[in-house]
């Protein structure tokens, strides 16, 4: 005969249905702060894909002022160099491999140049890129795990 169990009793089993990354190692502490900086890379990532986008308007702009003779034609190439230079490295930031942490680096300190508001862009991303090193590579923290857990850790009351 099987045992009576008790149907009110809670469950003997974990409620999470997610465990695809061990997150035990990490305090809440420097959970709160890879999930900032992993949501401040995923912004800055937006802003430069989307001024990769209003490059790409400027370089059709461009081309048309080249065929009607009324812009120069370093004008064009700028255009086209921005385009596909942040194009590019918002894709490559985007997949967190091993070199895209210094590309996103360089670009921070690139975007430092234009005052004020690329030097906010570039302080904040800096802090973002140096502090994320985890976010990184091959063993890297996914981000969506990361919202989840810290998520979890919040609605379960374990977050301090």
């Not at 890879?34 to 894909?49: C, D, P, Y």
């Not at 930031?93 to 234009?114: D, K």
Request: overall charge positive; charged content about 20%.
């Amino acid at each position: 005969m099987s045992e009576a169990t008790n149907p009110y009793q809670a469950p003997k089993s974990d409620t999470r249905l997610f465990n695809a990354q061990n997150f035990s190692e990490l305090n809440d502490k420097e959970l709160k702060k890879l999930r900032n900086h992993s949501n401040s890379i995923r912004a800055l990532t937006l802003v430069w894909f989307l001024c990769g986008l209003i490059a790409a308007i400027g370089l059709v702009v461009s081309f048309r002022g080249i065929l009607e003779g009324e812009i120069q034609l370093r004008f064009g190439f700028i255009f086209s160099v921005l385009f596909v230079a942040l194009l590019l490295l918002s894709i490559t930031i985007f997949w967190r491999s091993n070199y895209s942490r210094w590309i996103g680096v360089v670009l921070c300190i690139v975007s430092l140049l234009f005052i004020p508001i690329g030097t906010i862009l570039g302080a904040l991303g800096l802090a973002a890129f140096i502090g994320g090193g985890k976010l990184f590579g091959d063993n890297k923290y996914d981000s969506s795990e990361l919202e989840k857990e810290f998520r979890y850790r919040r609605k379960n009351k374990i977050l301090y």
